[in-house]
Nanobody
Framework: QVQVMESGGGLVQPGGSLRLSCAAS????????MGWYRQAPGKQRELVAT???????NYVDSVKGRFTISRDNAKNTVYLQMNSLKPEDTAVYYC????????????????WGQGTQVTVSS
């Protein structure tokens, strides 16, 4: 089995910071893609930041200059450093991982975490 789990969410005041982490575990040969998404109540899930197996990173325009995605390949973990948080950043943040499975049949599959709540409020 492959499991993806987020952590680090919480309540923070506007202008504050949080650091989210996402760890992929299980029968994994390699990770092809990991990224962060978020979903606010009544809205569709949107991509926030991605980090591929290469060195490429992508951010939604609304978080550029404030959020930074990073990774630790040895731990199959990605992080999302969120600075200068705004109330509109309030959402459930989800991690998505596309992995090469270690068990037969070897294949590439995507897995989602359960999400971690981020609330930005005074």
């Amino acid at each position: 089995q492959v499991q993806v789990m987020e952590s680090g969410g919480g309540l923070v005041q506007p202008g504050g910071s949080l650091r989210l982490s996402c760890a992929a575990s299980g029968s994994i040969l390699s990770i092809k893609f990991m990224g962060w998404y978020r979903q606010a109540p009544g809205k569709q899930r949107e991509l926030v930041a991605t980090f591929t197996s290469g060195d490429s990173t992508n951010y939604v325009d609304s978080v550029k200059g404030r959020f930074t995605i990073s990774r630790d390949n040895a731990k199959n973990t990605v992080y999302l450093q969120m600075n200068s948080l705004k109330p509109e950043d309030t959402a459930v943040y989800y991690c998505n991982a596309e992995v090469v499975t270690a068990l037969l049949p070897i294949r590439i599959a995507a897995y989602w975490g359960q999400g971690t709540q981020v609330t930005v409020s005074s």
